[in-house]
């Protein structure tokens, strides 16, 4: 839903609940959140991962959020309407449909990510929130290095061992691609030198680390991240660009680079199976549009492989898996957060130098993995979009509503009152 089509009086109540410091997330939820976050990626391998307690916690910190919001809970919450609908009705397609148990891996995944939505959709109300989040992104990050090694079955690629959540080299590359992205359009952005070569040496590294996963799609959908950038930087002048290009020329010089280049060209033309199991997916999705065949099931059969492949592709994955209800939801919030994305470009706001190409980094992303769009750093991108535009159609219809009341005032006929004699 969008801010855009609601009321004056629900947009004045919008606005005056993201502005009100009484209605605001403390500082606490936002730390609560990162300890969830640094749990659920790093917990197996620190040994204090137990049974369901991160979602327990999960499910608290959403409860608090709501409990606190109160009766605006549902206005603030509204730009996560159309992806909580998406999870519930994938939910209730397997167990209703496929009699699927809710323990089931495959459906029990959406249950943190619907609870996410709503831990994230308020945070981000807290201003520089995706800014932080950044940081503590790349801090988690930094504590996986040390189980860095060759993945199994892999030969050459570069993954993680110890049961880390993101341990696929191709989600750890998206994870470190977010960083070099945010990172390389901090060093762009700011006007502080030391925050510049510190920003620069971080995004230096995190693409050393997707360089090494030899992970195409991350490295690509960074690439045009930081094209869209530039387009902004370059009107202010080359200071920033040169700034960047030397940290990043001094690591080639250094030979950084050098293993995971002849790691590229060796794999550059090798098919991952991705554009062989996209049709055959599609095709089988027309043949049960109302319900998929079901999330147990999706992996499609490729004759030139000679194996099942999961779709590798976030829509695919949800209709082949669902059907066609959820599809819908899920295209309809990825193109209402676009819409808003290119609204706050427009509009100049704050962050949309960050949000603009972050946004267009997760699309991308979710066009070539299975369930990138519940990672943490795709959620705060998302939220953070959402939050930031329905916040800006919020105050605008408010705005709006303000004017058209006191044209109607101006323009009412004058009444005239007499006094009888």
């Not at 605001?24 to 369901?52: H, I, S």
């Not at 794999?267 to 062989?276: H, K, W």
Request: charged share 10%.
């Amino acid at each position: 839903m969008n801010a855009r089509g609601a009321s004056p009086a629900l947009s004045q109540t919008v606005v005056r609940a993201a502005s009100n410091p009484s209605y605001l997330p403390p500082r606490l939820f936002e730390y609560w959140y990162y300890g969830q976050m640094f749990y659920a990626v790093m917990g197996a391998v620190v040994g204090v991962a137990v049974g369901l307690i991160g979602a327990a916690m999960l499910a608290i910190l959403a409860a608090c959020c709501v409990l606190r919001l109160g009766r605006r809970s549902l206005a603030i919450l509204m730009p996560v309407a159309l992806p909580i609908a998406c999870g519930v009705s994938f939910i209730a397609v397997q167990v209703l449909v496929f009699g699927q148990s809710i323990t089931a891996p495959d459906v029990r995944q959406y249950f943190p990510w619907i609870l996410g939505l709503v831990i994230i959709q308020y945070l981000a109300f807290r201003r520089s929130f995706l800014h932080r989040f950044a940081v503590v992104t790349f801090l988690v990050g930094l504590c996986m290095l040390p189980f860095l090694g060759v993945y199994r079955g892999t030969g050459t690629r570069v993954g993680l061992k110890g049961g880390i959540s993101v341990a696929n080299p191709n989600d750890l590359s998206a994870w470190f691609g977010f960083c070099w992205l945010y990172f390389t359009i901090l060093s762009l952005e700011t006007r502080r030198m030391s925050v510049r070569l510190m920003s620069s040496l971080a995004a230096v590294g995190s693409m050393l680390v997707v360089l090494v996963t030899v992970s195409r799609g991350p490295l690509f959908a960074g690439a045009v991240g930081i094209l869209v950038a530039l387009r902004r930087v370059l009107k202010r002048g080359f200071v920033p660009v040169v700034s960047l290009a030397a940290v990043a020329w001094i690591a080639y010089g250094l030979g950084l680079f050098d293993q995971a280049a002849s790691l590229y060209a060796s794999r550059g033309l090798e098919e991952t199976g991705r554009f062989l199991v996209w049709p055959l997916a599609i095709d089988r999705f027309l043949k049960a549009p109302l319900t998929g065949v079901g999330a147990s099931n999706v992996a499609t059969w490729v004759p030139g492989q000679n194996i099942a492949i999961t779709p590798h592709n976030s829509f695919i994955l949800i209709g082949l898996g669902s059907g066609i209800l959820p599809l819908l939801c899920f295209i309809a919030y990825w193109g209402r957060l676009g819409v808003d994305a290119f609204r706050l470009s427009a509009h100049s706001h704050e962050d949309a130098a960050f949000l603009v190409p972050l946004f267009l980094y997760v699309f991308l992303i979710a066009l070539e993995l299975n369930g990138p769009f519940m990672f943490p750093w795709a959620m705060a991108t998302l939220g953070s979009v959402g939050s930031a535009g329905f916040l800006l159609n919020a105050r605008l219809a408010a705005q709006r509503g303000g004017l058209h009341s006191r044209l109607r005032q101006r323009n009412a006929p004058m009444v005239v009152v007499t006094r009888k004699t």
